[in-house]
C-alpha cells in the first residue's frame, strides 16, 4: 500500500470525527453551461493534473461531498463537487424533473469544464442518481474525456456492454427502493459491463452516500482510492 493511500485512510478517520482535514483549504465555487442551456455550479477542492468529479444521489447538493473531498484532496486530486440542476443555484431544463439525458448533460458539462482548466485525467464518483449519470456520462463520453468510475448504490441506465472505462460499482446487499432490491438490477448490469471492472458487496442496507454513515465507511473509502489511484 503505497504511503498517500495509508495517509488518507488514516486522514477518513479524522474527518468522519470533524468533517474537515486539517489544512485543507474551502473549495472555490465556480459554473458553467450545459449542451442544453442550463448553468451547473460546483465546488472545486485542491489542484492537481488528476481530477474526481463528485456527483451527488437525488437527496443531496454537492455539500453532501464535504467529508470526503478533502480525503481525496490529501490522495493528490483535484476535486469537483457539482450540484445537479434543480439543486443548490444550478439550473436547466427539467429542473428537479430532469431526464437521465439531461442529468448526463450535467456531468458531461463537468467534465469538459475540468479539462478546459488543467485537468488531463478525470474520473468520476457518483452516488444513486449521480452514479446513474455518471455511468451514462462514461458510456456516451468522447474517448479520453473519463479515465474511471465509481458507481455508489447504482449502474448506468444505459446499457452497461457499451461502457468505455473501468468501473467499481459498490452496493449493500439489502439496499432496496419502492421497486425492490437494488443488487438484481445492479448485479445485471456488472455482468454486462467490460474489464475491468469489479463488483463490491457490502452488509446492511445503507444507500449510496449513506454507505458513509455507516460502519462501512472507511471500506468504501479505501475501495474507492484503490480504484482511482491508477488513473
Same mark, same amino acid.
Given at each position: 500500500?503505497?504511503?498517500?493511500?495509508?495517509?488518507?485512510?488514516?486522514? +477518513?478517520? !479524522?474527518?468522519?470525527?470533524?468533517? +474537515?482535514? &486539517?489544512?485543507?483549504?474551502? @473549495?472555490?465555487?465556480?459554473?458553467?453551461?450545459?449542451?442544453?442551456? #442550463?448553468?451547473?455550479?460546483?465546488?472545486?477542492?485542491?489542484?492537481?493534473?488528476?481530477?474526481?468529479?463528485?456527483?451527488? !444521489?437525488?437527496?443531496?447538493?454537492?455539500? /453532501?461531498?464535504?467529508?470526503?473531498? @478533502?480525503?481525496?484532496?490529501?490522495?493528490?486530486?483535484?476535486?469537483?463537487?457539482?450540484?445537479?440542476?434543480?439543486?443548490?443555484? /444550478?439550473?436547466? %431544463?427539467?429542473?428537479?424533473?430532469?431526464?437521465?439525458?439531461?442529468?448526463?448533460?450535467?456531468?458531461?458539462?463537468?467534465?469538459?469544464?475540468?479539462?478546459?482548466?488543467?485537468?488531463?485525467?478525470?474520473?468520476?464518483?457518483?452516488?444513486?442518481? !449521480?452514479?446513474?449519470?455518471? !455511468?451514462?456520462?462514461?458510456?456516451? &463520453?468522447? @474517448? #479520453?474525456?473519463?479515465?474511471?468510475?465509481?458507481?455508489?448504490?447504482?449502474? %448506468?441506465?444505459? %446499457?452497461?456492454?457499451?461502457?468505455k472505462v473501468p468501473a467499481l460499482f459498490i452496493v449493500a446487499r439489502n439496499d432496496t427502493s419502492g421497486d425492490g @432490491?437494488?443488487?438484481p438490477r445492479i448485479q445485471k448490469q456488472f455482468d454486462r459491463a467490460p474489464e475491468p471492472k469489479k463488483l463490491?458487496?457490502?452488509?446492511?442496507? &445503507?444507500?449510496?452516500?449513506?454507505?458513509?454513515?455507516?460502519?462501512?465507511?472507511?471500506?468504501?473509502?479505501?475501495?474507492?482510492?484503490? +480504484?482511482?489511484?491508477?488513473?
Open positions: 500500500m503505497r504511503f498517500w493511500m495509508v495517509a488518507a485512510v488514516l486522514i +477518513w478517520g !479524522g474527518v468522519a470525527r470533524s468533517g +474537515w482535514c &486539517a489544512g485543507t483549504a474551502a @473549495p472555490t465555487t465556480v459554473s458553467f453551461s450545459t449542451e442544453d442551456g #442550463g448553468i451547473v455550479y460546483a465546488d472545486v477542492y485542491g489542484s492537481s493534473e488528476r481530477a474526481v468529479l463528485l456527483a451527488h !444521489g437525488g437527496r443531496f447538493t454537492k455539500e /453532501s461531498w464535504a467529508k470526503q473531498a @478533502p480525503v481525496l484532496v490529501q490522495a493528490g486530486f483535484e476535486v469537483m463537487a457539482i450540484d445537479f440542476r434543480g439543486r443548490g443555484r /444550478s439550473n436547466g %431544463p427539467g429542473g428537479m424533473e430532469a431526464s437521465d439525458a439531461q442529468l448526463e448533460m450535467d456531468v458531461t458539462a463537468a467534465v469538459r469544464y475540468l479539462h478546459a482548466h488543467g485537468a488531463k485525467h478525470v474520473s468520476i464518483v457518483g452516488g444513486s442518481m !449521480g452514479g446513474a449519470a455518471a !455511468g451514462d456520462a462514461a458510456i456516451d &463520453a468522447k @474517448p #479520453g474525456e473519463i479515465d474511471r468510475i465509481v458507481m455508489l448504490g447504482a449502474a %448506468p441506465n444505459l %446499457p452497461a456492454d457499451k461502457l @432490491p437494488r443488487l463490491v458487496v457490502l452488509e446492511g442496507s &445503507a444507500h449510496a452516500q449513506y454507505l458513509f454513515d455507516t460502519d462501512q465507511a472507511e471500506r468504501v473509502m479505501r475501495e474507492m482510492l484503490d +480504484w482511482l489511484k491508477t488513473m
